[in-house]
């Protein structure tokens, strides 16, 4: 199993621009979650998904969109990109459908806006 | 307002001896918690989680405690080993959403 995958590691943005941060995991879970953690910070919850076709907010949604067409996938995509959003992102899924318990995390995407 | 806290932005201690990790939090709500830990440039690793009805659970070197009259959890790993060094991160879950604290910086020197 290759577990959580994020792709890309890194990446540089300018204001304005939009793009999508892919997140696959292939353990078959049904609970898929979004965060970022910035400096000094602990990771805060961006979005969520219990199961394909089920997605909720988190604590700091705004201008972040998401969508879990398979259980297999659930990216994140900025729509237009603001230096307030640099930060790195993980994704994170777990076996269990009720909620978050026992998270696996995938290495994370590093995001600059400029 | 910030669910999660740990008051401690780092900690060193030796090793072979305790680590002593604490957390407090403010939301009644929470179902349970769970404890991370994060090495440089790699995602978080669970690492022991604990139900809001229990008081005590223990995995190996690690046991955490929970009070909730005091609303205050705490991580102890015996014995310390250098390996152990990173961050670690409390979290409060509940209604699907997890809360974290900002993370304790754990040092074991040799």
């Known amino acids: 199993n290759a577990g959580v995958t994020q792709t890309p590691k890194f990446q540089v943005l300018k204001t304005g621009q939009s793009m999508t941060l892919q997140c696959a995991q292939d353990m078959n879970h049904e609970y898929m979650s979004w965060y970022r953690q910035d400096p000094g910070m602990g990771l805060r919850l961006i979005h969520y998904?219990?199961?394909?076709?089920?997605?909720d907010q988190g604590e700091v949604p705004n201008g972040y969109n998401v969508s879990r067409s398979t259980t297999e996938d659930f990216p994140l995509r900025l729509l237009s990109a603001a230096p307030s959003q640099t930060s790195v992102y993980f994704c994170?899924?777990?076996?269990?459908?009720?909620?978050?318990?026992?998270?696996?995390f995938g290495p994370g995407t590093r995001l600059t806006v400029l | 307002d910030q669910q999660v806290k740990q008051n401690s932005p780092s900690l060193s201690v030796q090793e072979g001896r305790i680590s002593i990790l604490n957390c407090d939090y403010t939301n009644s709500m929470f179902d349970y918690f769970l404890w991370y830990k994060k090495y440089p440039a790699e995602g978080p690793t669970f690492l022991i989680s604990i139900s809001s009805i229990k008081d005590k659970n223990e995995d190996g070197r690690f046991t955490v405690f929970l009070n909730k009259s005091a609303k205050h959890l705490s991580l102890h790993i015996v014995p310390s080993q250098p390996g152990d060094s990173a961050v670690y991160f409390c979290?409060?879950?509940?209604?699907?959403?997890?809360?974290f604290g900002k993370g304790t910086l754990l040092t074991v020197n040799p």
């Open positions: 998904s219990v199961g394909a076709g089920i997605t």
């Open positions: 979290s409060g879950g509940s209604n699907y959403k997890l809360t």
């Open positions: 994170a899924s777990s076996p269990d459908s009720w909620g978050p318990n026992e998270q696996f």
